[in-house]
């Protein structure tokens, strides 16, 4: 018997929004055993770049944490300001936990005009400077669950340092601690073009 093909591959990212990444991170240390994670202690960069949710420019401050559960990276975001995001509406609904999966697809056009032709609703976009594709969070229909994040497939050399650095690090469960995530992409010596 065959399994079906997933449209999407396979679910590469779990994303969390909590109130305390530092909390969460000793959490998933303590409990499941999960760590070290990379800390990007003013998310991807400063200042913050703009989002657009539902089609306004937003300014979303963030506290990040990346990690490995077996293949599959957690992420822990933490929003730090007000702005209107898909991490504030799931706080202010009185979650906290399980918000997304991320999916780093092979043909972003592709992937994208299946989940939409399937009900899914792009509510928000991470457009990154000299980058032709957005990160593109969804809506679910009620009857999936979790918001989707795509994640086109340049972004693949970013999960792998993130990886590298989590597989070669010797202290412990100790947090790796970058100011930003453009910081560590400079460090990890990552080039999208």
């Known amino acids: 018997m065959t399994g079906l093909s997933p ?5 590469t990212q779990l994303g969390f929004v909590v109130r305390d990444v530092e909390a969460a991170v000793r959490h998933w240390n ?3 055993g999960v760590g070290p994670f990379v ?7 400063q200042p913050p770049p703009p ?6 420019e937003v300014s979303v401050e963030l506290k990040l944490a990346f990690g490995f559960m077996g293949d599959v990276q957690i992420e822990l975001i933490e929003q730090r300001n007000t702005a209107p995001s898909p991490y504030t509406e799931f706080l202010e609904a009185g979650r906290e936990g399980l918000q ?3 999916f780093w697809v092979h043909d972003h056009a592709l992937a ?3 989940i939409e032709a399937a009900g899914y609703e792009p509510v928000y976009e991470i457009r990154v400077e000299g980058q032709a594709l957005p990160i593109v969070y969804y809506d679910s229909p009620s009857l999936y669950g979790p918001m989707l994040e ?6 693949r050399r970013s999960r792998e340092a993130i990886r590298k650095a989590v ?6 469960d100790t947090p790796i601690r970058f100011d930003t995530y453009a910081d560590f992409l400079v460090q990890a010596d990552v080039k999208f073009a």
């Open 30 to 32: 303590d409990v499941f």
């Open 7 to 11: 449209i999407l591959g396979p679910a």
């Open 100 to 102: 997304h999966l991320g």
């Open 51 to 56: 989002t657009y949710m539902r089609g306004q």
């Open 112 to 114: 994208t005009r299946r």
């Open 39 to 45: 800390i990007m202690e003013h998310g991807t960069a």
């Open 167 to 172: 597989d070669s690090w010797t202290d412990g």
């Open 150 to 155: 795509i994640v086109p497939p340049q972004w």
